[in-house]
């Protein structure tokens, strides 16, 4: 029986013989195969329907960009694998679009609304700076700024923190 880092293979067991425990104990060590570009949002389908507007979209990306950021990684890391890793935002994944999606679809809440008022409202540059306050207005002109087209990522961090 052949072993890959000390997990049976999965080939040699017939459905019976492959219980909840051997199943976490198998580990997948060919991340060769995987197909990088399926992980982005054109290898898959769509589970849900987004029926979010385009403004609504930008500021939910710009949400999600804010809280899982594209990272630069060092010259010395060698690793292709590793620096796709880190180098790919939110956005080159596709969490905005499923978000949409899960917002659109599944989420069934009575104050729905009121969430889908406040993501059109951050894309203005006076929603921005309801919602948002001092942390939307700049020093140069223009000198108010909408959060997802304007606003800087270190001051959306800094804009996060201060709502929560």
């Known amino acids: 029986?052949?072993?890959?880092?000390?997990?049976r293979d999965v080939s040699s067991f017939s459905p019976l013989e492959i219980t909840e425990r051997?199943?976490?104990a198998i580990l997948i060590d060919e991340l060769d195969s995987v197909d990088e570009q399926s992980l982005f949002?054109?290898?898959e389908r769509q589970l849900y329907p987004n029926s979010l507007s385009s403004r609504e979209m930008e500021s939910l990306t710009a949400l999600c960009d804010?809280?899982?950021p594209s990272i630069e990684v060092s010259d010395a890391t060698t690793n292709a694998s590793l620096v796709a890793f880190y180098r790919t935002s939110a956005s080159m994944a596709g969490t905005p679009q499923?978000?949409?999606?899960?917002?659109s679809e599944r989420l069934k809440h009575p104050k729905l609304w009121l969430m889908r008022l406040a993501l059109w409202f951050l894309s203005t540059w006076i929603g921005s700076f309801i919602l948002c306050g001092r942390a939307s207005l700049s020093s140069q002109f223009p000198y108010f700024?909408?959060?997802?087209?304007?606003v800087s990522a270190e001051t959306g961090?800094?804009?996060i923190v201060m709502v929560s």
């Open 22 to 24: 051997q199943e976490h």
């Open 157 to 159: 961090r800094n804009i």
């Open 98 to 103: 499923r978000v949409g999606g899960l917002i």
């Open 41 to 43: 949002l054109g290898g």
């Open 145 to 150: 700024q909408s959060f997802p087209s304007d």
């Open 1 to 7: 029986m052949e072993q890959i880092n000390g997990a």
């Open 66 to 68: 804010t809280f899982l």
